[in-house]
């Protein structure tokens, strides 16, 4: 046989140009993608996985009108975000959910997605953080983790100690492989505000598996927030440590001791109150462990004995690693 007639399986034309739709996916160009598969069927050739692509492609193109009637940038980032997750169901119910170029798909909605924000934040005079954060999870979602950390270390600017901004900031240190950076980054965001943490965004295996940690000693709801890290605390997680200021330092003490009286006050109903005072607690053994300050270690057994006056048990766990 000549050399030009043994062809692979990639060489084949047909292959060649069923494999070319994938960047008409990526692009968003739903339509021409389906009308390509079309040609391809009428040559009747085997490619079987053309047909679930195909109702992918569907999908989408059914909810082109829809879409485009939202004119707002907001409102289409979250009407794309809303049509994302029912796409991800429709993949789990149309039993292609491990369909392995979905990611064309992720792309093309994602992609879109950001437009909306990058539009909506710069078409503002007033700099919304919220729109950049927003931005940031968009980024997170396509793996653009350059990106997201840098329009994490913009919307700092203007929101600093911002829980979300923290955490996100986190996401994307962690998946560009600085883990030091990483952690810090989590521990201060569990402690400015843990509260408001939506731990739906977080995708970083070390603290999933603290998440389900604390969850298996059985707390639930914004508890999993405001245990997680006096349990990353106690399991070593959180073990880099920010520098505070002279101010952040009087703040953080002043906060602490306000936690301190309302937990005397709430003898019966301490529940919230217990774990915030022992993160206040921990943060400031964190600050005298790496202090030169010549009354440290005295400073740090007082501590250890208020923790161990609110829970005997989180203090036993903690000892070794301060005394």
Request: some cysteine; proline content about 4%.
């Amino acid at each position: 046989m000549k050399t030009e007639e043994q062809l692979t399986f990639n060489d084949d034309p047909i292959v060649k140009q069923y494999q070319s739709s994938f960047e008409l996916i990526r692009k968003g160009e739903f339509e021409q993608a389906y009308n390509l598969y079309e040609e391809i069927i009428k040559k009747d050739v085997s490619l079987p996985e053309i047909f679930p692509v195909m109702k992918c492609l569907k999908f989408w193109i059914n909810r082109k009108d829809l879409i485009s009637k939202k004119s707002g940038n907001l409102e289409r980032a979250a009407i794309l975000q809303s049509e994302w997750r029912a796409f991800e169901k429709f993949l789990v119910k149309k039993d292609i959910g491990d369909l392995r170029f979905s990611v064309h798909f992720r792309d093309a909605v994602y992609f879109r997605i950001i437009d909306c924000y990058i539009n909506e934040f710069q078409s503002n005079k007033v700099r919304n953080p919220d729109t950049l954060i927003l931005l940031a999870e968009a980024f997170l979602e396509v793996a653009q983790y350059e990106k997201c950390r840098d329009t994490l270390i913009y919307a700092a600017r203007f929101r600093p100690k911002d829980p979300m901004i923290s955490v996100l900031t986190g996401e994307a240190w962690f998946f560009l492989g600085e883990t030091d950076k990483a952690m810090a980054y989590y521990r201060d965001a569990f402690f400015y505000g843990p509260r408001t943490i939506r731990l739906a965004v977080i995708k970083a295996p070390p603290i999933l598996k603290l998440i389900r940690t604390v969850e298996d000693i059985g707390f639930s709801g914004v508890e999993i927030n405001i245990w997680l890290p006096v349990y990353a605390a106690v399991l070593g997680v959180f073990s880099v440590v920010s520098p505070l200021n002279a101010r952040d330092l009087e703040q953080i003490q002043k906060k602490t001791y306000e936690y301190e009286i309302d937990y005397e006050i709430r003898k019966s109903s301490r529940g919230e109150t217990e774990p915030i005072l022992l993160n206040h607690y921990i943060f400031l053994l964190d600050f005298l462990k790496f202090s030169e300050d010549g009354d440290c270690q005295k400073k740090i057994s007082a501590l250890l004995r208020k923790i161990r006056a609110v829970n005997e048990n989180i203090y036993h766990k903690l000892r070794k690693r301060y005394e």
